[in-house]
């Protein structure tokens, strides 16, 4: 996902797999000269390999400057090694962030890019690649959700998130848009198609439905656009006719898809 204040200057949210098609597929991040992109700097709400890998095709023209926690930085470096491979095409610009600490993303000449961002701790979970190697702390950065102001629009972007908890209430209640973890529909979504051991819940991820489930959660801010951002393959909320779309609809929540966009 990329973010602007002006339609000019670009600044991505986490850097998945697919980052190259994401890029070709939008004009206004076409490479500016021979190589590169249009991308400002990027930043990263975990090391999750799903937000993180598509790092190594930013490479081209030098990588834009990367924001993320320090324990995100500790798991690119000493977990899958991401940034000092990075470093051996060109300089690497790891910029962090305190998980509670504004900060203002810049470009690498150290131009704003015209947004302020206020980094929140949400409750999820390291990358499995890491464990055993920090000491568990739930809120110590792992995973945050961010809180993206400009012109006094305020986006809050929550792609994996846990415990619903009031922190991230208080976020939510001063979005215009919230983009959400609509990773699965049910909790057991997984093990119930025989794909997997783990629960929505083990894996970081708070379901859409059932006891504490995100839907739930989202009802109690019916002034807010909401939207779903990080869905699972396996969501039957991706079923265009199916009930889960359906209560969707009726819960006011919106589908994000590919080159689905929102001006505020």
Not at 110 to 139: N, R, T
Not at 207 to 236: K, M, Q, Y
Request: glycine share 10%; charged share 25%; aromatic share 6%.
């Amino acid at each position: 996902m990329v973010v602007s204040a002006d339609g000019e200057r670009w600044l991505l949210l986490n850097a998945s797999p697919d980052v190259r098609v994401q890029l070709n597929a939008f004009p206004a991040l076409s490479p500016r000269g021979l190589r590169g992109s249009g991308v400002g700097a990027v930043v990263l709400t975990n090391a999750d390999l799903d937000h993180c890998t598509g790092l190594l095709v930013l490479r081209e023209g030098g990588a834009p400057p990367i924001y993320c926690t320090e324990r995100t930085r500790v798991a690119l470096t000493e977990g899958l090694r991401i940034l000092p491979v990075l470093e051996a095409y060109g300089p690497v610009h790891a910029r962090v962030f305190h998980p509670t600490e504004p900060f203002e993303p810049r470009d690498r000449e150290g131009a704003s890019l015209g947004l302020s961002i206020e980094p929140f701790p949400v409750a999820s979970k390291p990358p499995p690649y890491m464990y055993g190697k920090l000491p568990p702390d739930d809120l110590a950065g792992d995973t945050v959700g961010l809180s993206l102001e400009a012109g006094g629009r305020r986006v809050v972007y929550v792609p994996g998130v846990r415990d619903l908890d009031e922190r991230l209430a208080r976020e939510v209640s001063r979005a215009d848009l919230l983009l959400i973890d609509g990773t699965c529909w049910t909790d057991d979504e997984l093990v119930a198609l025989g794909v997997s051991t783990k629960t929505a819940r083990v894996m970081g991820h708070a379901p859409l439905t059932g006891e504490g489930g995100i839907l739930a959660f989202l009802a109690r801010f019916p002034g807010v656009r909401r939207a779903l951002i990080h869905v699972n393959n396996s969501n039957p909320v991706l079923w265009e006719d199916g009930p889960a779309r359906r209560a969707l609809e009726e819960c006011g929540v919106e589908l994000t898809h590919d080159g689905w966009s929102a001006a505020l």
